[in-house]
């Protein structure tokens, strides 16, 4: 299959759990996921099955891009980007001024997608503490 065969749909609360699970699976952290787990999350799905997700919490004007995860049998098809391209459209639709990522196993991937690296302390206070 590939990531034509894919779809990519607004979270509902009930994928809440797989997308935990997807993490977990990546040792990715799922600390503070539930707080802002809603429509600024996407699922990416084939044949019904969630495959990836990823999503972005809104701290007033700024959105930090979370959880991006992609299920092993998925990776290097195209999924984390048709997911990523999906939710930056989604805060330029929201009128977010700018969204940041905070990482530290993924630095490499995400400059594509016009990223730059920051120091952590320069990113809104409150999301600092994310």
């Given at each position: 299959m590939t990531v034509h065969d894919i779809s990519i749909r607004s979270a509902q609360a009930h994928d809440l759990a797989v997308v935990q699970r997807l993490l977990s699976t990546a040792h990715l952290p799922t600390d503070g996921l539930e707080?802002?787990?809603?429509?600024?999350y996407a699922i990416a799905e084939c044949d019904g099955q969630a495959i990836g997700a990823e999503g972005?919490?809104?701290?007033?004007?700024?959105?930090?891009?979370?959880?991006?995860?992609?299920?092993?049998?998925?990776?290097?098809?195209g999924?984390?980007?048709?997911?990523?391209?999906?939710r930056l459209r989604w805060a330029s639709?929201?009128?977010?001024?700018?969204?940041?990522?905070?990482?530290?196993?993924?630095?490499?991937?995400f400059?594509?997608?016009?990223?730059?690296r920051?120091?952590?302390?320069?990113?809104?206070?409150?999301?600092?503490?994310?």
């Open positions: 707080e802002q787990f809603g429509e600024a972005i919490e809104i701290y007033g004007e700024a959105g930090l891009l979370r959880s991006a995860v992609v299920d092993e049998q998925w990776r290097g098809k999924v984390g980007d048709a997911l990523t391209q999906d639709e929201r009128g977010l001024r700018e969204v940041w990522l905070l990482t530290t196993t993924a630095a490499d991937y400059p594509r997608f016009g990223f730059e920051a120091a952590r302390e320069s990113a809104p206070t409150e999301m600092q503490r994310s």
